[in-house]
């Protein structure tokens, strides 16, 4: 009886750690149906890195069909992305709204109108970098999209 009592307390510890570390992107790297909140840009030729202080005004949201959708602070923004042979975001037409001065919503928009590479960043976050990992956008998984 103690021995299925201790292999029972270590399959469930076990159990709580794998779901402890599961990440956000799922077990094949999928990115797709996630929302990704942008939570950082860090520039590679100075080291500085750029906090969002509030990552859920910009996020996006891949979708299987090659298309996005996603929130440039007070704008919605779409259209479509691909992972062949690097990684590219197109941003199309977007609403225009003027955000505010400590608005990100315009360098947001510049970034991934650059973006050359990206995926999984092994840690169950998203990373996107422009042409030669000059820039490298953070996302961290903010829960399942509908």
Do not use: H
Request: aromatic residues 8%; contains cysteine; negative net charge.
């Amino acid at each position: 009886m103690k021995m299925n009592s201790i292999l029972l307390t270590l399959v469930f510890t076990v159990m709580l750690i794998t779901s402890a570390c599961a990440s956000s992107a799922d077990s094949s790297g999928s990115i797709q149906d996630i929302i990704w909140e942008w939570e950082g840009v860090t520039t590679k030729s100075t080291g500085e890195m750029t906090t969002v202080s509030d990552p859920e005004n910009y996020t996006l949201i891949f979708r299987e069909d090659g298309t996005f959708e996603g929130q440039a602070d007070c704008n919605m923004i779409g259209v479509s992305y691909s992972q062949e042979g690097g990684f590219t975001i197109t941003v199309g037409p977007s609403t225009m709204a003027y955000c505010g001065d400590d608005s990100l919503d315009q360098q947001f928009l510049a970034l991934l109108g650059n973006i050359a590479a990206g995926g999984p960043d092994g840690a169950g976050d998203l990373a996107l970098e422009t042409a030669g990992g000059a820039e490298r956008m953070e996302f961290k998984g903010g829960g399942p999209a509908r």
